[in-house]
Structures are given as C-alpha cells and as structure tokens.
C-alpha cells in the first residue's frame, strides 16, 4: 500500500478472519452463562387477544422470567416504537409487545427466558393464547377494513410535491405522452446474518450489544425508553453479517431482552431464526406507480406525473413514510433536463409485515420507475432508448443544477459516462449476438438504466486517532456491516500520514470508546468519515508541528509535512508521525497522543452512472439468463477501487435477485407463503454473470476529496436495467408488460398468453 500511492485496490485485511470463521459476531460474543430469549409471536395477521394465560408456562422447567406488554408499562418502560412521520401523516402507535390487538404475522405478544432455548421454546407451548380474528387487509389498494382508527381507509399518509397544475398542462398540450403502470415487488432482506442482541447489567450499568448499523440511535432509543442517562447504558456493536438498511431500524426484541436482563439481573441473549427473521424484519420496496412522460415534438420530456401507492405493512417503520416519499424525490427526475414535474405518493397499511429502507431506500424506486418509462417512451415513440436519454440529459455546462424538486447536483457528464458504457458493453456487437441467439431458438434483448443516486445520510461524524506503542488507534463513528471498512479507513489514514497500514486499527461500534456517529447508512461510510479522518490528520499536522518546533527551537514555519515524514528547513531530521509520537511520549505530553475532529458535510453527493444488461430467454420454458452485465460509474475519486467494485458486484446481485427471483407473498389471510428459503429464492452464484465494471469519475464538488458514495448503486442501476433487457426481448414475441419478478413461470405465462392473442387476432 505504501509502495505504490494513494487510492490503490488493496485486499480487504478483515476476510481473512472472516472467511476463515474468526469473526466475532453477537452471538459469538455473547456472555457465558446467559439466558436464552425466545419470543411469542401471533399466528394470524390480525385480530383481537382474548385470552393470554402464562401460568402453565412460568412453571416449566427452567424459566426465570416472562415479559408481557403490561410488564414494561408496570416497569415504567414506554412501550411505543415512534417513526418518522410525514405532516398530516397518521401516527398509530406500534407497541413493543402487543397489549390488546395484533396486526400481523409475527407480531411479538411475550417474551419467554429461560436457561436453555429449548426450555424457553418449550414453555413457548405451553401458554395459553387466544386471539379473535378480525377481517384482514392485504391489498396494494386504499380501503378495506380499517387496521387502526386513526388512519381511515388505511391510508398512511397522501403526500405530494411539484406543481400539478402546471404539470396537467404541459401533458395536455404535449406532442406525444406515454403512461406506464409499473409495480416494485416486495422483497425480504435475508441478511446472511440474522438479527440478535444480548443485554447485561455490569457494575449497575446496562450494557446492550446489537448486530445493528450503529451504536448511536440503540443507545438513543434505550435512554428514551427505560429513562436513563448516558453515563447508565453502553451500547456495542460486534461484527455484523449484513445489514442493508434492514438493521438500521429499532425493533422490539433488544428493549425486551434489556429489560429481562435489568430485572434478573443476569445476561440475556436472542439471536432470531431464519423463519422469524422472514416473518418480522423489516421489508423493502413494495409499492406500485403510475408514470406519465409528456413530449414536445423533438422528443424532450416537458413534464413527468407520478401516482403512487406504497405499503407501509401493518405499522410505521422507522423511516418508512420519508422513504417513499423525501428520499424517492430526491432524485424523481433523474439525469434529465425537466422543471415540469408533479408527484402524489399515497402509503396504506396492510396486514402484513412493516416495510422500511432496504439497499437505496426511495432511489431505487424512483429511478427504476422513470427508467423503465423512459424505455417505454422509446418503444412508444419508435425512437432509441439511448438517442432518448442523451437527448434529455442535463448538460455539463449547466452544472451546479437545481432539479425539479429543488436537489442541487454540483458535477456530472452523463453523455461521456454513457459512452463509455456503450464500448464496454460492445453495444455495436448486440445485433450480431441476437442473431446468434435467435439461431438457437432464444430471444436476446438489452436493457440500459442510467441512474444517479442522492447520498448523505446524517451529515455529521467524528474521527478520532490515537498513538499507541504499536501504532495507531483510529476511531469511527460509522459501522462495518460487511463493507470492508477496516481496510478502506485504515488504508486512507496511511495515505495522509505515512502510518503503514499494517499498524492502524480501526475501533467501531462501542458508545463507551466513541462518544458520537452517524453510523452506517445511506452509502454516507467512506465519504463522511474520511472527511472527518482528513480534518482530524490537519489536527495531528499542527499539533505535532507544534511539538517540533518547539523541540528543536525553531519556528513552526519551518516545518512541513508531505503526507509521510516532517520536514525541518535547514535540518536533516525527518521524522514520521510514529516518530513524533514517540518523542511526544518520551516527553510526557500524552496530551498529544489523542487527537479528534468532528465534520459536518453541507451538501450531498451525487453517484451517477449507466448499467447495460443483456439477457436472453428461452421462450419454451420462459427461463432469464442474464448474459452480460457491464456497469460504468462516475463515484467520484476513489479511496479503494477494488472495494468499489465490490460494492456495485454486491448492489447488482440484490438487483438481479429482485428482477429475477424473489417476491415476498402473503395469501388473503395475510400469511407469509414465502417464509423460508424453499419457498423464496435468492439469487444464487449461478444466476448471476461476470459483472464488467469500469469508473468514469467527475470528483463531486461537495467534499474535500470529490468522493462520492457507492454502496447502494448498485441496486439503484439494475432493477431497470434488467426490466428493461427483459421486456426488450419479449417486444419480438408480443409481451409489453411484464412485472418483476421474471420468474420461469410468469414469463411462459406472458409468451403464452401474446402467441394466444396473436393466433386470435
């Protein structure tokens, strides 16, 4: 790393634990001798509880405690989880445990510890529930029986932006108008690790770690639920097997198992099963939009109209409401040069399972929907989809732009991004291997997205560094769900300081250690934290500077630093910052031995960039095979290209698996059919092709290293892009429509269905 510069593709120090089963995650690290928490949990979607008799299940064997709603309102704990909630949005409450009503599969009802899981299990059967069902709502659709009284038809919330009027107009007079109908299934997270907490009372303060995106908003909640101050809670996070926005939200389990462990006075620890963790984890995206594209006679857009209902599921998730509606508009019209828009999101409850951020929260939303009726446009008006974008772009020369919803992108060159994409996609060969296809008796299409991404997350971070006798300490206040932050901080810090790689450790994930952090979410990691590390790196310069000068008898003037060693005009002493340190401490001044900078970023970055997918289907069996997948994205300057890379790898096969796979489905009595891994499919290795990736970079104006962030694009790019290759193949069979996912089935079923109107016709 040293040897060759900055921004190089250094191996990810951390697999090594990790791929060799080292790694320490919370079940790994839970206390010995801890309690095992399992959960009662309702069997049916909605209904009232009518009975709840726990007497049979104290006694079994081995209980020593069983939490009920009215136990945590006797201990003086609030029982409501808030969320963000729109203006004029409803605010029903949703309780930790369930006091009087549940509103879906899954609900937690009690809380049952004891000292092995199968004795907590076991006592599990033995209590007494009954529950009268009430009519159930399942439908992507207002009305229905009504889940909770203070939001009438089940409506959420109705929430708008833009001028309606002005947008009627422009569709009113426009040469050619386009309206697409598309909808974007809901998909479980299934991170690799599923959720677990463990909860301690040491020394009379409440220790919780949580296999969560940050420690910071836990410790929050938990001060706020039980009443505590900050010096009576420490908050931990382990290593963590995936998070994906899933894990960034409060849940019910940790505020149970802290209060079991405040009451027995003993650890207590849950981990949740595959199946739970189906049934109760937040989902993702599950909402259906009617897009209206309005064109002059040359083809640009001069309006675009969107109408969208979005599920809530049976509660308000933590950011639920915003995702839909905030996050969707910051990037509602793209890349494209348009000040005529208008957007109504309207999100319901339904029985079923809340839904929350997952991988790009709202901007894998809003850019597929306008991609996909971008493509449509292009079908509709019979000219190339790539021709329609260019000419729609924003410019380069009208950058900083202000978007139609009022964003301000600061730098972009879709056109020089789209062109490289185009080469390394061999866009000129498509022809010639459709042609290779149909000899085979298969359909081959292409589909391009271009998509540009809104990235912040919470403004404001910390770093801290401190010199050790080995090296140095560097602290976050961002959190590692897989991401490989270990590498990319410590790997940045050694490029401004000259500190080998090898000798920096980086500490995340404890309130105690790092009073305050944003945390992980929002691809904010590598750019928020790195701003925070360089402006703690200017702290250390002039501190040390300081130390030296004053050392040598010189003036501070005459000392620089070249981001490896200082120099001292008019002497051959050029030490390292592990060699001032040394001299700081042989000194006694360990006031210099620590050292911490705290950043805000007043502006977003803009990750932009085009995805090409080529697939190509077997209209006898309707069988998706994604052939080629080529991806170039302008993140802005790269810390780690190898991780970038890794990161877009990872976004495109959450997006395949959408596209192709998986659908979360409930039947009429809001039961979750697809409620284990028989019966939801996950992309595996071999659904997925090589995944070209090269990086066109216009360094974003809103940082001090033009960084923009990366980890959710590759989701944001693929949902339409595969659509779009999909429904290009089907166009020679007949198929128009199809929604996601393409599954085997639905595909023979489209083909079938056009080659019967066809023969009809």
Not at 415 to 433: E, I, P, S, Y
Not at 569 to 596: E, F
Not at 613 to 629: K, L
Not at 665 to 671: A, I, N, P, R
Request: aromatic share 6%; net charge negative; hydrophobic share 45%.
């Amino acid at each position: 790393m040293e040897k060759f510069g900055k921004s190089q593709s250094v191996t990810r120090v951390e697999d090594l634990r990790f791929l060799t089963g080292t790694g320490r995650y919370v079940d790994d690290v839970s206390p010995d001798g801890a309690l095992h928490a399992f959960f009662v949990r309702a069997g049916v979607a909605h209904g009232t509880i009518t009975a709840l008799d726990l007497e049979e299940a104290r006694a079994m064997p081995g209980v020593a405690l069983i939490v009920t709603a009215d136990d945590l309102v006797a201990a003086g704990v609030r029982i409501g989880l808030e969320g963000k909630v729109l203006r004029n949005g409803a605010a029903p409450v949703r309780p930790i445990l369930a006091q009087t009503r549940v509103r879906h599969v899954g609900e937690p009802i009690a809380m049952i510890v004891a000292d092995s899981l199968i004795a907590a299990k076991d006592a599990a059967e033995a209590v007494l529930l009954d529950i009268d069902d009430l009519p159930v709502h399942v439908a992507l659709a207002i009305g229905g029986d009504v889940i909770h009284p203070e939001a009438p038809d089940n409506l959420a919330f109705d929430w708008a932006l833009g001028d309606a009027d002005a947008t009627e107009v422009a569709i009113a007079s426009a040469a050619h108008v386009v309206t697409t109908q598309v909808f974007d299934n809901r998909v479980i997270v299934n991170a690799m690790e599923p959720r677990g907490c463990f909860a301690e009372v040491t020394d009379g303060r409440l220790h919780v770690a949580v296999n969560g995106q940050g420690v910071w908003s836990t410790k929050r909640d938990l001060m706020h639920h039980f009443g505590l101050s900050e010096t009576d809670l420490r908050v931990t996070t382990p290593d963590v097997g995936g998070g994906f926005g899933m894990k960034g939200m409060r849940y019910p389990e940790p505020f149970c198992v802290a209060h079991a462990a405040r009451v027995l006075g003993r650890p207590v620890r849950w981990m949740s099963e595959r199946t739970e963790a189906m049934l109760t984890d937040n989902a993702g995206r599950d909402l259906t939009t009617t897009a209206t594209l309005a064109f002059d006679a040359d083809y640009r857009i001069i309006a675009y109209r969107l109408d969208t209902i979005a599920n809530m599921g049976a509660y308000n998730s933590q950011f639920a409401q915003a995702i839909q509606t905030e996050l969707f508009a910051k990037v509602l019209m793209g890349t494209y040069d348009v000040q005529t828009a208008h957007m109504r999101t309207r999100g319901i409850y339904t029985n079923t399972t809340p839904v929350d951020a997952y991988r790009g929260a709202g901007r894998p939303e809003a850019i597929f929907v306008l991609e996909r009726s971008m493509d449509a446009a292009a079908r509709s008006l019979g000219v190339d989809p790539w021709e329609l974008r260019v000419k729609n772009f924003i410019k380069p020369q009208h950058f900083p732009y202000t978007s139609v919803t009022g964003v301000t992108y600061d730098v972009g060159d879709f056109v020089r991004v789209l062109d490289r994409a185009g080469q390394n996609a061999d866009r000129d060969g498509f022809a010639a291997r459709k042609s290779a296809s149909l000899m085979q008796g298969k359909l081959r299409g292409q589909g391009l997205c271009y998509y540009i991404e809104s990235i912040l997350g919470d403004p404001v971070e910390t770093t801290a560094v401190e010199f050790t006798d080995d090296g140095a300490l560097i602290y976050v206040g961002t959190q590692s769900n897989g991401q490989g932050h270990e590498t990319v901080y410590a790997q940045f810090l050694a490029d401004h300081t000259g500190i080998p790689a090898a000798r920096i450790k980086v500490v995340q994930g404890d309130s105690d250690l790092i009073p305050m952090g944003g945390g992980t979410g929002g691809s904010r990691s590598v750019t928020v934290q790195n701003t925070a590390t360089l402006a703690a790196v200017d702290v250390i310069r002039t501190a040390f500077a300081a130390f030296l000068a004053d050392h040598e008898g010189v003036e501070a003037a005459q000392i620089s630093f070249d981001d490896e060693r200082f120099r001292i005009a008019g002497s051959n002493l050029t030490p390292t910052m592990l060699d001032v340190a040394d001299m700081a401490r042989a000194a006694g001044r360990q006031d210099l031995l620590r050292h911490t900078a705290t950043i805000k970023l007043d502006n977003r970055s803009f990750p932009n960039g085009a995805h090409v997918a080529e697939v190509e289907i077997d209209p006898v069996t309707g069988v998706v095979t994604v052939d080629r997948y080529t991806v170039v994205d302008d993140f802005g300057n790269l810390i780690n290209p190898m991780l970038a890379e890794g990161q877009v790898h990872g976004g495109v096969a959450q997006g395949i698996g959408q596209a192709l796979t998986e659908a979360a489905v409930f039947d009429d009595d809001g039961q979750l059919l697809s409620a284990s891994f028989m019966d939801y499919a996950m992309p595996r290795a071999d659904d997925l092709p090589m995944i070209g990736f090269a990086s066109e970079p216009t360094p974003s104006l809103y940082n001090p290293m033009g960084m923009k962030g990366c980890g959710e694009a590759g989701t944001v790019g693929a949902l339409a892009a595969i659509s779009n290759a999909v429904l290009a193949a089907l166009e020679d069979v007949g198929v128009t429509e199809i929604d996601m996912p393409f599954t085997p089935h639905r595909v023979w079923q489209a083909i079938a269905a056009a080659q019967d109107a066809n023969a009809a016709a």
